[in-house]
T-cell receptor, first 115, second 116 residues
Framework: DSGVTQTPKHLITATGQRVTLRCSPR?????VYWYQQSLDQGLQFLIQ???????AKGNILERFSAQQFPDLHSELNLSSLELGDSALYFC??????????????FGPGTRLTVL | AQKVTQAQTEISVVEKEDVTLDCVYE???????LFWYKQPPSGELVFLIR??????QNEISGRYSWNFQKSTSSFNFTITASQVVDSAVYFC?????????????FGQGTTLQVKP
């Protein structure tokens, strides 16, 4: 158990819908990362937050957005869902120091299925 | 450009065999970090090791060992006396110090099947 929690574990929804994925980082970690794992793209970095502020953006679609709240939990919002958004979404957290290159610990993931 | 290549898509071995998973990386940074993660069939990503670019010492942890060679930009992972529980997808990842973000760039992963 990494100490990172993600809810829900599974999510099945229809095209065009909007969903919210939630992540709670390990105690004491200030940095939260979101990654998408799909068969065709592999594991891709989406976005990073550090202590409530957006720190870096990767291959995140405009239909996707995220935020980190004062209690440091984070939410990833996916809207206007398409079939191709079906994937495993991971949240990871790290302390956030050491030039941000400290070890990231991953949550169990949320498996999103868009029908 | 930053890139991680795991050329072996799938490897199948019989229990107790030694197996080496290859990882080759590309980066222009002089300071960077390399990682290995394990993804068992249950799906979670489990951290195995973190190594910085200034430390080329090989590391051994039980049956696991890692060989870091900057001259060939490789960070290979060897499992000695493999066991069925080692069956998983293994990912190598790179994090560059420049940009101060910590984002991980992953390889495509190597699926290891250990047969009894």
């Amino acid at each position: 158990d990494s100490g990172v929690t993600q809810t829900p574990k599974h999510l099945i929804t229809a095209t065009g819908q909007r969903v919210t994925l939630r992540c709670s980082p390990r105690s004491g970690d200030l940095s939260v990362y979101w990654y998408q794992q799909s068969l065709d793209q592999g594991l891709q970095f989406l976005i990073q937050y550090y202590n409530g502020e957006e720190r870096a953006k990767g291959n995140i679609l405009e239909r996707f957005s995220a935020q980190q709240f004062p209690d440091l939990h984070s939410e990833l919002n996916l809207s206007s869902l398409e079939l191709g958004d079906s994937a495993l979404y991971f949240c990871a957290s790290s302390v956030g120091g050491q030039g941000m290159t400290d070890t990231q610990y991953f949550g169990p993931g949320t498996r999103l299925t868009v029908l | 450009a930053q890139k991680v290549t795991q050329a072996q898509t799938e490897i199948s071995v019989v229990e107790k065999e030694d197996v080496t998973l290859d990882c080759v990386y590309e980066t222009r940074d002089t300071t960077y970090y390399l990682f290995w993660y394990k993804q068992p069939p249950s799906g979670e990503l489990v951290f195995l090791i973190r190594r910085n670019s200034f430390d080329e010492q090989n590391e051994i942890s039980g049956r696991y060992s890692w060989n870091f060679q900057k001259s060939t930009s490789s960070f290979n992972f060897t499992i000695t006396a493999s066991q069925v529980v080692d069956s998983a997808v293994y990912f190598c990842a790179l994090s560059e110090a420049s940009g101060n973000t910590g984002k991980l760039i992953f390889g495509q992963g190597t699926t290891l099947q250990v047969k009894p």
